[in-house]
């Protein structure tokens, strides 16, 4: 475990506690300030270091202190977590029993954003640990945070190198995935599943929609694992048919991720978790089932039947003929919905001949040449490609609308503006201003320079509000009214 801190001899210390070494700890204390604490960049203490390293001895020797308190927390980018947080997310059981049964800790302690240690236990695919702290100190399995996500959300979002045994490089499944990789990409995970399936009693359900409007569908999907996409699919029964607040089904979360793993997901769940091929089956009056072989010869002359029958009845001459306003038996048989024409009906066929009943979620809104299509059909001049933020502003200020759509009236923090941008525009850099004073390109937030909070609000003040956080602790930016991407179109500058 290697320690990031600004001061050396912080530095020292906290990597001696993450060592488990109390000799080296004791003796960089010697020459420490008295008044000072040691901490990381991060903001965490020795205690934190301890816990995650694994180290009880090291943990007694702190805790004698009469300063140690086993609940310690973080402060800054770490805020609210304690010894228990880093003990649960780094896989220590020994650790976690020792803090909670002889020490006392809060089983269920949470931080910032309301993070508490099963989640991180749950997260890092540590098994062991989260039924302890389910069976024996009384967790609740059906918690949420601060965004209603649920363990169902946290195990879909499991790190490559904690959810799959296929290669020592966490690297090389991420960029470099091979076809046979692909089906057992997130299977270390299962046991999790079938763990969190059988704590429905205690209100664990999968089909919880978090604050931004994802499903464990969309988190699973976001992270890349097929193998827990097909649970969901073919254990739980889940389908990609729910948008999420943005407008993005599971297949576009796996879309933005961009790599070969995110394209299994994404192909999988177009093809076997849309209700389109449901939907195209029903019109033909044809059955379900003939959907999961839809490359069959007999099933394709089946579903050529249904079509050609219907086809004679719906077609426009046969419609305007008066035989079509008879009441044969025939045709009230054949359709029973008058709400299907000839073009649904030749829509539905080629759907399933020429493409295979393939899903067709797709978040229209993704792609940059149909904003600037619909931003210039206002009137908007400019384009991204500029150099600089001081053109092409309005393609700029819905960009950067559909970055906090899913965040809703609650807002995006600040500080993660430009990494959720990457997400959502992956293809496209968050613009550069300019330094009023030093005239240099820069997205620098402080040393006198322009600040990105007052780019923002200078370009997008109309449609955008940045506010303090209630604790103070940074600011969030976030739409003045509630727009969906649908009504982005209707943006004036």
């Given at each position: 475990?290697?320690?990031k801190a600004n001061d050396l001899s912080a530095r ?482």
């Amino acid at each position: 475990m290697k320690v990031k801190a600004n001061d050396l001899s912080a530095r020292i210390i906290l990597q001696a506690a993450a060592d488990g070494d109390s000799k080296a700890y004791d003796d960089a204390m010697l020459g420490y300030p008295s008044k000072s604490r040691p901490k990381c960049s991060s903001g965490c203490f020795p205690l934190h270091y301890a816990a995650g390293g694994g180290h009880i001895e090291m943990l007694r020797h702190l805790l004698r202190n009469p300063e140690g308190n086993v609940d310690e927390r973080a402060i800054g980018k770490a805020k609210g977590r304690t010894p228990l947080h880093y003990a649960a997310r780094n896989g220590h059981l020994d650790v976690v029993k020792f803090l909670i049964e002889e020490c006392g800790a809060d089983a269920d302690i949470r931080a910032k954003h309301g993070v508490s240690p099963f989640q991180l236990s749950v997260w890092q695919n540590h098994l062991m640990i989260c039924k302890y702290l389910v069976d024996e100190a009384g967790v609740d399995p059906a918690q949420v945070n601060d965004f209603e996500c649920g363990a169902v959300h946290w195990v879909g979002l499991c790190p490559i190198h904690r959810s799959s045994s296929l290669s020592s490089s966490s690297s090389s499944l991420s960029h470099d995935d091979s076809a046979e990789q692909m089906p057992c990409i997130g299977e270390e995970v299962l046991p999790m599943l079938y763990w969190l399936r059988g704590q429905k009693r205690m209100g664990v359900d999968f089909t919880l929609r978090q604050r931004q409007g994802h499903t464990s569908l969309h988190k699973a999907a976001w992270g890349g694992h097929l193998a827990v996409v097909k649970f969901l699919r073919e254990v739980e029964n889940l389908m990609d048919d729910v948008p999420d607040e943005a407008g993005n089904y599971a297949a576009d979360l796996a879309d933005m991720a961009n790599t070969k793993r995110h394209e299994a997901v994404a192909q999988y769940l177009r093809e076997e978790c849309s209700s389109a091929k449901k939907i195209s089956l029903s019109i033909l009056g044809l059955p379900v089932s003939f959907g999961n072989n839809l490359s069959s010869d007999a099933v394709r002359t089946e579903i050529r039947r249904a079509y050609l029958n219907k086809a004679k009845l719906l077609h426009p001459d046969k419609r305007s003929s008066s035989s079509y306003h008879s009441t044969s038996t025939e045709r009230s048989d054949i359709i029973k919905d008058d709400n299907v024409d000839f073009q649904t009906l030749k829509e539905a066929y080629e759907h399933l001949i020429h493409h295979n009943g393939i899903g067709r979620q797709s978040n229209p809104s993704h792609s940059l040449n149909m904003m600037i299509d619909m931003l210039e059909s206002k009137g908007i001049e400019g384009t991204h490609n500029d150099e600089c933020a001081g053109k092409g502003l309005g393609i700029f200020k819905a960009q950067l609308l559909s970055v906090l759509l899913e965040y809703g009236d609650k807002g995006l923090d600040l500080s993660n503006i430009r990494k959720k941008w990457k997400q959502v525009w992956p293809s496209t850099p968050f613009p550069c201003f300019q330094d009023e004073n030093k005239n240099q390109i820069n997205t620098r937030l402080n040393g006198g320079r322009k600040s990105l909070a007052g780019f923002i609000q200078e370009h997008a003040g109309d449609v955008i509000d940045i506010v303090q956080r209630d604790d103070s602790h940074g600011c969030v930016v976030r739409p003045k009214k509630f727009f969906r991407r649908s009504q982005i179109k209707e943006l004036h500058v």
